[in-house]
């Protein structure tokens, strides 16, 4: 399983930016995909996580109602995160992972990662 994430950039607070996770080498629909960060210094956290089958979405509190992770309507690759109303504090990188399971959780589960793109948003 291969993921490749894009769509970082530097943005301002208060801007917008959607990331893209693109999954290759699955066989299977049955599966699902998380999204992580990591900012310097600090642990990685886990931040949102789609169901790829079952449509069930998990977000972490602190990006509730901000953030919104979505596929493509047909083929269900890539997965999106839409960022919006962006905070300094979301300056990170941002990490795709891959679940064999088809359930979400941040801390368990994943098994393949993306490499990450970074996300720098300026006050």
């Known amino acids: 399983v291969q993921l490749v994430e894009s769509g970082g950039g530097l943005v301002q607070v208060g801007g917008s930016l959607r990331l893209s996770c693109a999954v290759s080498?699955?066989?299977?629909?049955?599966?699902?995909i998380g999204w992580f960060r990591q900012a310097p210094g600090k642990e990685r956290e886990g931040i949102s996580c789609?169901?790829?089958?079952?449509?069930?979405?998990?977000y972490a509190d602190s990006v509730q109602g901000r953030f919104t992770i979505s596929s493509d309507n047909v083929d269900k690759n890539p997965v999106y995160l839409q960022m919006n109303s962006l905070k300094p504090e979301d300056t990170a990188t941002y990490f795709c992972?891959?679940?064999?399971?088809?359930?979400?959780?941040?801390?368990?589960?994943?098994?393949?990662w993306g490499k990450g793109t970074v996300v720098t948003v300026s006050a």
């Open positions: 789609l169901s790829r089958s079952e449509g069930t979405t998990l």
């Open positions: 080498g699955v066989t299977y629909e049955d599966y699902a």
């Open positions: 992972a891959f679940y064999t399971a088809r359930w979400c959780s941040f801390e368990y589960g994943m098994t393949s």
